[in-house]
């Protein structure tokens, strides 16, 4: 059985793919965005699962839930499940998160990214970007493609870790809204097989993923000048650079 970090696991899909993943026998680490927010999560607690809490939208909070990640130990699979629609939080939580969290997590063997069809819609600029949300210029398709992107350039580098990223369609949870039109079941069913699959497929890396089924993300997804400016942006601004493949030491601070 898999141990499994899902970020954002209070509610929506995070928590539908906790709560799957733990029915199937997997071990599972929630995350809530702060103490009060365990409380949502107490049942998956009760089931046996971990959990870790810090506002994604800090980083200095996000540090301290890799932290508290690797304190728990080894962890096989990672997906990056939190996600913001509007506001001031959604590059640091949708982009910034997700990034530092992978350069500081202990290196697990699969690493899951939460997409969107959204990001054909994004633009792939980075100049002018405020990675802390201060100035509330992000937008959600950028963010979904600079994650997107982020997904292909760690299987790029990491070619010994499988990173994917999945868009789960328009599904009715709170994001979503009531009335949205798809199949909750599959909002969450393709990160559940990215993260533990023994499937051929599911052992591929650098796909952009929607219902099982591999499909094209952006172009600029795969370019590889926009994947390195993307990565020097963020490790500026976080301070953290992703390790190099043969780096023993997992990260090197700017």
Excluded at 38 to 55: I, K, T
Excluded at 126 to 138: E, F, I, T, V, Y
Excluded at 218 to 229: A, K, N, T, Y
Aim: glycine share 10%.
């Amino acid at each position: 059985m898999a141990r499994i970090f899902i970020t954002g696991s209070a509610d929506g899909l995070g928590r539908e793919a906790a709560k799957t993943l733990l029915d199937d026998g997997h071990q599972v680490v929630v995350h809530a965005r702060s103490a009060g927010r365990l409380d949502a999560v107490r049942e998956l607690l009760a089931q046996g699962a971990g959990a870790v809490v810090g506002d994604l939208s800090d980083l200095e909070q996000t540090r301290s839930v890799a932290d508290q990640v690797n304190r728990l130990g080894r962890i096989d699979s990672v997906i990056h499940n939190a996600g913001v629609y509007t506001g001031a939080a959604v590059l640091p939580v949708n982009v910034v998160a997700p990034y530092l969290l992978t350069a500081l997590i202990d290196r697990p063997h699969r690493l899951i990214y939460l997409s969107s069809g959204d990001h054909y819609r994004g633009r792939a600029s980075l100049d002018g970007q405020d990675w802390s949300g201060h100035a509330a210029r992000g937008s959600y398709p950028d963010s979904k493609l600079f994650v997107t992107t982020l997904a292909a350039t760690v299987a790029r580098l990491w070619p010994d870790v499988l990173s994917n990223a999945v868009d789960p369609g328009w599904v009715p949870t709170r994001m979503g809204g009531p009335g949205a039109p798809d199949d909750l079941r599959l909002g969450h069913l393709t990160q559940e097989w990215l993260a533990t699959s023994d499937d051929p497929d599911a052992r591929t890396s650098g796909g952009y993923w929607h219902h099982q089924r591999r499909i094209e993300p952006h172009p600029e997804v795969g370019d590889l000048g926009f994947q390195d400016q993307l990565l020097e942006h963020l490790a500026r601004f976080t301070g953290t650079r992703l390790a190099a493949p043969a780096d023993a030491s997992r990260l090197r601070r700017t």
